[in-house]
């Protein structure tokens, strides 16, 4: 058992003394006369363990109140010190005060909590590096939505291969470009164009069917041929732009994250003798995000939509009067 004597129990303030019977709190290891303990049936530290309180044999000023917190249940853990059976949301062991050797997730039960965890795993992912390049480098580069990503970048650098970034899953290629991974964008973006073009023909061959019955064509301007074999390609093809968008889901933040590493690398080079406001400006060049190049794509698939309609619109068959009467 660890020596508790001469530390006061919590709830009475006796100090404890040999022969006492003592039982330790299996939250945060604090020490308690089990009459006490049983009396008031909590820690006297009850309202520290949202902090991750530990008892480190610190003088604790007797406590006569207490709000009586519900417990989770849990599995039991069998000491294996002592082999008393503990609570599953045990830290340290009721019979003997050890560490237990299996520590169980504290559970988060309030939106203060929570923050403070957050901030916590933010403060440890800044302390840390990521294959020899600082967190605080790290968060240079990415400049936005850092608390994100460097908990992620300390799970890579440990062994992590994967991870999911449903950003990139639902924004596909805009989000690349977002992010400022152009050259991967452009891939994404043209396998996209590619695998489309059975579903764009199939559309075309759709809309010259939806004007000829409104009397806005007399005729088809060109009918696309096979048009079974391209409604075979285009559910394959759509099929493959899913699996590219959960590819890109499950493999963006490690791909993020090893251009990040390069670009730092290199950067180190050329930026040994620079101040630091070119230092800044090559970051804010390279690193970050940027929302020009999305909205160009954007302006693109409009400008297409538009020349399409245009195309439809000056062909020898397309019917102006039919469209004032439409109106």
């Known amino acids: 058992m660890q020596n508790f004597l001469g530390n ?13 019977d003592i039982v330790v709190c299996p939250e945060c290891g604090t020490p308690h006369h089990r009459d006490c303990y049983k009396e008031h049936s909590a820690c006297a530290n009850e309202a520290k363990h949202g ?4 008892w480190k044999g610190s003088v604790i000023p007797p406590v006569h109140k207490h709000e009586h917190i519900e417990r989770e249940k849990a599995e039991n853990v069998i000491c ?6 503990n609570p599953g ?5 009721l019979g003997c005060g050890a560490p237990l050797s299996e520590e169980r997730p504290r559970i988060i039960s309030s939106e203060e909590e ?10 440890e992912s800044f302390s840390s590096s990521f294959d020899g390049i600082s967190a605080k480098e790290a968060a240079i580069y990415v400049r936005s939505n850092v608390g994100y990503f460097l908990p992620r970048f300390a799970a890579f650098s440990k062994g992590a291969k ?4 449903f950003s990139a899953f639902i924004f596909s290629f805009y989000y690349l470009f977002y992010r400022k991974m152009y050259g991967l964008g452009i891939c994404v973006f043209l396998a996209t164009m590619i695998l489309s073009i059975p579903t764009f ?7 010259q069917e939806q004007y000829i019955e409104l009397g806005m064509l007399s005729q088809m301007i060109w009918n696309v041929p096979h048009q079974e074999e391209l409604a075979i390609y285009s559910i394959i093809a759509n099929l493959l732009i899913w699996v590219l968008r959960i590819a890109l889901m499950m493999f963006f933040n ?7 590493i390069g670009n730092i690398k290199k950067a180190r080079v050329f930026l040994a003798d620079k101040g630091e406001k070119e230092i800044s400006s090559f970051f804010q060049k390279k690193g970050g995000t940027s929302l020009v190049v999305p909205i160009i794509f954007v302006a693109l698939a409009f400008i297409a939509s538009f020349a399409l309609a245009g195309f439809i619109v000056s062909s020898e068959f397309f019917v102006l009067p039919e469209i004032e009467n439409f109106l």
Not at 114 to 121: A, G, L, S, V
Not at 254 to 260: G, T, V
């Open 114 to 123: 929570f923050q403070r965890e957050r901030e916590r795993i933010i403060t």
């Open 8 to 20: 006061p129990c919590p709830w009475c303030g006796k100090i404890f003394a040999e022969g006492d």
């Open 162 to 165: 994967f991870d999911t970034n």
């Open 89 to 93: 949301s045990s830290r340290y062991c």
């Open 201 to 207: 023909l199939l559309d075309f061959q759709m809309i």
């Open 51 to 54: 902090e991750n309180f530990e």
């Open 254 to 260: 490690r791909l993020y994250y090893q251009k990040l």
């Open 80 to 85: 294996s010190n002592c082999g008393t059976e």
